[in-house]
């Protein structure tokens, strides 16, 4: 990813910014420029709820090369409490204690570095709830 492109995606990436859509009231996360539901085209920006629960989840055994290092780890789809799902890493956490409808929290924290004078990526990854 070139480095214009990864600065302008911040807002939403650090943030947990997402849309509304005036007329039907879809959250849109990522954003986007018509809404799916009504095809309407005005949007209110909003910050989404960094709560929810482990929808799903399965443990990575065989990484790829950039996460070689953290195997085995999981990811999971998590629904936020405002209703809208995203698939994120399971930080700080056994992969054999995770269940289905557990609570966690998202955090921003460092996904990889782009070489060693490259980029460092952020995104989010959820943490299990006490």
């Avoid at 539901?37 to 960094?50: A, M, S, W, Y």
């Avoid at 790829?64 to 399971?90: E, H, M, N, R, W």
Wanted: proline share 6%.
């Amino acid at each position: 990813m070139s480095t214009a492109r990864y600065w302008r995606e911040i807002p939403h990436r650090y943030r947990l910014e997402a849309s509304r859509c005036k007329q039907c009231g879809y959250i849109a996360y990522p954003h986007r420029l018509i809404c799916p539901e009504c095809q309407c085209r005005e949007f209110v920006p909003i910050t989404l709820k960094n709560t929810g629960t482990i929808e799903t989840y399965t443990v990575i055994r065989v990484a790829p090369s950039q996460f070689v290092d953290q195997v085995p780890y999981a990811v999971a789809i998590v629904k936020l409490d405002d209703g809208v799902a995203l698939t994120c890493q399971v930080a700080d956490t056994d992969p054999s204690k995770l269940a289905i409808g557990k609570r966690v929290t998202l955090e921003f924290r460092r996904i990889q570095a782009d070489g060693e004078a490259g980029v460092l990526a952020y995104g989010l990854k959820a943490v299990l709830q006490p």
